[in-house]
């Protein structure tokens, strides 16, 4: 069978190692309730509610990959879909690659999803397979800036002025969610190829760009937002009290 004769296969890789240090003391991130239910677990509920997925791939920090596993057996999940735990690592980019190395063969369609990011609409997730089984190697949902943004010089303390180096134009900018999607390839030959120091890359996409690939933007959703701080947890509080009322969700 040819490459393009191979049938479609979609899995989703959510990296959920990380701690959350923004949003306090207390369980990682991604283990914080929102409405009684694990942020992880919502992440996990919104990719497995397209019918496209075929397997969610969760990284667990190393430590927690037998509670994560647990969680995922206590909570009632689409059956259409197949769940696997696998230890993550020391940063982001390197949990991605533990993901996809745990991916099986005949994956064509790999969406990469932040577990913070728990609300995102299955119509966000369907419009990103969409473009890449159309041919995109890579793709990311995003939303239009709405804030002038500046471009500055940082300053070398905290709270210190900072000079204003460039206003970008705004009409050009875009904000980047999750989930992103890829060509399986595509993304493994980024992850092998694109070395990053520090805390490596928190953005597949840009991974891809330095392969010299095309990126494409397909719509974002305003509930794909991140729940990074207090704030973002009340609002997501609140988009989940409508949903039940409008929805019974």
């Known amino acids: 069978m040819s490459d393009d004769a191979r049938p479609s296969r979609t899995a989703v890789v959510i990296p959920a190692a990380g701690r959350g240090v923004r949003l306090g003391p207390g369980a990682p991130k991604a283990l914080r309730a929102l409405s009684g239910t694990p942020m992880l677990i ?34 009632a999940l689409p059956e259409r879909t197949d769940y696997l735990v696998v230890p993550g690592g020391d940063t982001r980019q390197e949990s991605v690659r533990l ?5 099986p063969e005949g994956i064509t369609t790999v969406l990469v999803h932040d577990a913070a ?18 041919g995109a190697v890579a793709v990311v949902p995003a939303m239009p800036v709405t804030d002038t943004v500046k471009e500055v010089e940082p300053a070398g303390r905290p709270g210190d002025p900072e000079q204003v180096v460039a206003t970008p134009v705004r009409a050009r900018l875009r904000a980047v969610q999750t989930p992103q999607g890829f060509d399986h390839d595509t993304l493994v030959d980024a992850h092998a190829t ?21 990126v494409v933007v397909v719509p974002g959703h305003e509930e794909a937002f991140k729940v990074t701080r207090p704030l973002d947890l009340v609002l997501a509080e ?6 039940r009322a409008n929805d019974g969700f």
Do not use: C, F, Q
Not at 99 to 103: C, K, M, P, T, Y
Not at 238 to 243: E, Q
């Open 194 to 214: 694109v070395a990053l120091a520090g805390e490596g890359a928190t953005d597949d996409a840009g991974m891809v760009e330095r392969l010299g690939a095309p």
């Open 99 to 103: 993901g996809l190395e745990a991916l």
């Open 117 to 134: 990011r728990p609300l995102v609409p299955v119509d966000t997730v369907d419009a990103v397979i969409e473009a890449v089984r159309n």
């Open 42 to 75: 919502h992440a996990v509920r919104a990719m497995a509610a397209s019918r496209a997925v075929s397997l969610v791939v969760v990284v667990a920090p190393p430590e927690g990959a037998a509670e994560v596993k647990n969680l995922l057996d206590a909570h």
């Open 238 to 243: 609140a988009v989940l009290a409508r949903r």
